[in-house]
């Protein structure tokens, strides 16, 4: 188990920062396996930034972070020598989204170029090329929220209901 996961089990709280092709070789080194003494903020050449809600350290160079209070853990067996593979789940408490990355209201995914491992040792960058639009066919409010307007927004209560007023 990495400590990642050890800390946000034992603190009941984590962070959550968005991985850029800009952040690609800090990602790649976060992911070595090291010991507890080492931080990995400097070991992958990245600053810290401190949350606001709970007491994590962020990616200062992500452009779209999140504070998160702990959940659980899903944990998936594997069959080389990393061994299994932790899925950690937390309720979002605060996001942070840097104003370079909106544009008129919304994520601008082309302009952040977030990355995703595809599998092997494989990866895949969101460019503004690459994007494309499609709605859900079928009864509209299925697109509520999707489409990043901001009147079907809903607010949630601290128990995770949904209010009855539009943000």
């Keep these: 188990m990495k400590d990642t996961t050890r800390n946000a089990q034992d603190s009941g709280h984590f962070g959550w920062s968005m991985a850029t092709f800009a952040l690609r070789d800090a990602v790649n080194a976060s992911a070595e396996s090291v010991g507890p003494e080492v931080d ?9 930034q401190e949350a606001r809600v709970i007491p994590v350290s962020l990616v200062k160079a992500s452009p779209i972070k999140f504070e998160c209070k702990y959940y659980t853990t899903l944990r998936l067996p594997g069959d080389t020598a990393v061994g299994s593979v ?6 979002v408490v605060a996001v942070h989204v840097e104003d370079w990355a909106l544009r008129d209201g919304q994520v601008d995914l082309g302009a952040i ?5 595809c599998g092997y040792l494989q990866y895949t960058v969101i460019k503004a090329d690459s994007l494309f639009e499609m709605s859900i066919p079928g009864d509209p ?3 509520d929220g999707l489409a ?3 009147a079907l927004v809903r607010e949630w209560d601290p128990k995770g209901r949904r209010s009855d007023h539009a943000k």
Aim: charged letters at 35%; zero cysteines; proline letters at 4%.
């Design 40 to 48: 990995e903020f400097l070991h992958a050449g990245v600053e810290k």
């Design 86 to 91: 932790d899925v950690v789940i937390g309720r």
């Design 113 to 117: 170029m977030p990355i995703a491992r």
């Design 141 to 143: 409010r299925m697109n």
């Design 148 to 150: 990043g307007d901001e």
